[in-house]
């Protein structure tokens, strides 16, 4: 959607288009999902000769499959989703690091040009 700016709202829109983004957050069933869809499709695919298997049933298959994991088989998973809420954090602080010191930066610059 666009965005619609007034005479305040400019500076932080810029500053958010300059900013690079940040890879959102990784779940631990996004994790799993990845690592197991390929050999859930084979099975199903093995399961099921001469037919294709729609997104639907392998979605469903992988939610089951998650869903029937112990804690202690889960947590491998739930340990990757730790370490990426990490790193989206510290991507997150960085960057809102790097805007406050750009718009430091860009107030300075304005006091000095008003002065001169």
């Not at 602080?93 to 750009?102: N, P, S």
Request: net charge neutral; proline share 4%; glycine share 2%.
């Amino acid at each position: 959607a666009p965005e619609f700016s007034n005479s305040n709202d400019h500076r932080h829109r810029d500053d958010n288009l300059a900013a690079p983004p940040i890879k959102p957050v990784t779940s631990a069933y996004q994790f799993y999902q990845r690592e197991n869809s390929q050999l859930i499709h084979a099975e199903l695919s093995s399961a099921s000769p001469g037919q294709k298997v729609d997104v639907g049933t392998l979605t469903r298959e992988v939610s089951s499959r998650w869903q029937a994991l112990t804690s202690e088989e889960r947590e491998k998973y739930e340990k990757m989703a730790e370490e990426d809420r990490f790193r989206f954090r510290s991507e997150s602080h960085k960057r809102d690091m790097e805007i406050m010191e750009r718009r430091e930066r860009l107030r300075k610059e304005r006091e000095t040009l008003i002065r001169e």
